[in-house]
């Protein structure tokens, strides 16, 4: 028997398992360190993607936002920032930052302290938008596909807009970064809305993960054309949050660019797939709201009809992060697709993104047997997942055996929140 440990968030936890039945460990890849992160900062910023240097780019005393993603993305701002506002400062004072919550509760202190950092948050001032405050955001545009954009007024008075994000696999556009950051980042509840029903109603997660053409990226990428995303900062990062690789500029090349070390790095290469595979939901253990994504995930990893194992601290329970959407998981959850659908078309649906979350859950239920490892997740959450409950990862290991028998085969994924495994010889 061999020992492993997993950081699930906030703590690691250690598990023994026969190791000749192992058959992967998908950890994401690293670069090997050429240098230091100040320099690799200085370096993207000095080689952008289809545009100026941000010095060059930014309009003389222009009005500048610059939008940070939230807390439930692991994107270095406090780091990256002090490079960002020295050469925006070069052509004017006129600076404010702002978050991108999408439809996520507003920021906590702590929240900001850590992801923007103290002496920037005194220096500069800060909108921590609250999407509930719809009278902040403003109709701009109706796309052919029918989404109304509606967008923070503050974004429609800059005279350059820069987004800061990180890029990792997505299981609405395929993946993040880019233009997310507007949409929904900085939208309004009804732009989200129509956005992530058509992604869940007119594709399939398993088929939209890791892609690019897709319908909800190419919505999201017009919107961003339309409203004036002038530059982007993306990260791809390792599981320490160290930057890989930093992605400067124009809001598609540099997001590309940045993809395409995304999917050297963070889609580890398996034989095939496993009866059982031992998922980690970090570093999207918030909620699981958050933990859909490496619950999607953990899916490209298992044997139809195998066993996830999926460990998932859960601080803020079902929805906490979210808490607006929490009413329609609980409606939505029990019912089947079908009757998700009708409910749709017969105009009762008031929150559509937390529909289209149990729409997308329903989709995948069936794959694999779930058994969760959580301390935060409560009875009825359980139920109102269908998952089934297991105190430690080995208990967990023997109720899946007992139904696969005792020489399954067991993949582990260490950090499925940002992790896709592919099957060789796929595409």
């Not at 994000?165 to 880019?178: A, K």
């Amino acid at each position: 028997m061999k020992e492993y440990k997993m950081n699930t968030g906030t703590h690691e936890i250690s598990f023994r398992l026969d190791e000749k039945q192992v058959i992967y460990y998908a950890a994401l890849a690293e670069l090997p360190k050429k240098q230091e992160e100040a320099r690799l900062i200085e370096e993207a910023l000095d080689h952008p993607y289809g545009a100026e240097k941000l010095e060059d780019a930014v309009p003389e005393g222009g009005k500048v936002v610059i939008i940070v993603d939230d807390a439930t993305r692991p994107t270095p701002c406090a780091r990256i920032l002090p490079h960002l506002l020295a050469r925006i400062e070069q052509k004017t004072k006129d600076i404010c930052i702002m978050t991108a919550p999408g439809t996520h509760r507003p920021m906590s202190e702590k929240e900001l302290d850590e992801k923007i950092g103290r002496e920037i948050l005194e220096r500069y001032p800060l909108l921590n938008v609250d999407y509930t405050k719809e009278e902040d955001y403003e109709y701009v545009l109706t796309t052919e596909l029918g989404t109304p954009v509606d967008l923070h007024k503050e974004v429609l008075k800059a005279d350059f807009v820069l987004a800061v994000g990180n890029i990792v696999p997505h299981v609405v556009v395929g993946w993040s970064g880019g233009a997310k950051t507007i949409q929904p980042g900085v939208s309004a509840r009804r732009t989200t809305d129509y956005t992530h029903w058509i992604g869940a109603v007119k594709t399939n997660t398993m088929d939209i993960v890791g892609t690019l053409d897709n319908i909800c990226r190419k919505e999201i990428d017009y919107i961003g054309s339309q409203v004036n995303l002038s530059y982007i900062v993306n990260t791809v990062l390792n599981e320490k949050k160290e930057i890989q690789g930093l992605f400067c500029g124009h809001f598609i090349e540099a997001h590309r660019a940045g993809v395409e070390l995304a999917e050297q790095l963070l889609c580890p290469v398996i034989d095939h797939r496993a009866d059982i595979v031992i998922a980690n939901a970090a570093p999207c253990c918030f909620d699981f709201w958050q933990a859909f994504k490496p619950y999607a995930f953990a899916q490209f990893g298992v044997k139809e009809g195998g066993t996830i194992i999926f460990l998932f601290e859960a601080s803020e329970g079902l929805c906490g992060n979210a808490p607006f959407h929490l009413p329609a998981l609980k409606k939505y959850m029990p019912m089947t697709l079908e009757e998700i659908l009708k409910e749709a078309e017969e105009g009762k649906i008031e929150d559509e993104v937390g529909a289209t979350n149990a729409i997308n859950h329903h989709k995948l239920i069936n794959h694999a047997e779930i058994i969760c490892v959580s301390d935060g997740l409560a009875d009825e959450d359980y139920e109102l997942l269908k998952f089934k409950k297991a105190s430690t990862v080995e208990e967990a290991v023997e109720m899946a055996k007992a139904r696969l028998g005792e020489n399954a085969e067991i993949g582990m994924i260490p950090f499925c929140g940002e992790t896709l495994v592919k099957v060789k010889g796929s595409k």
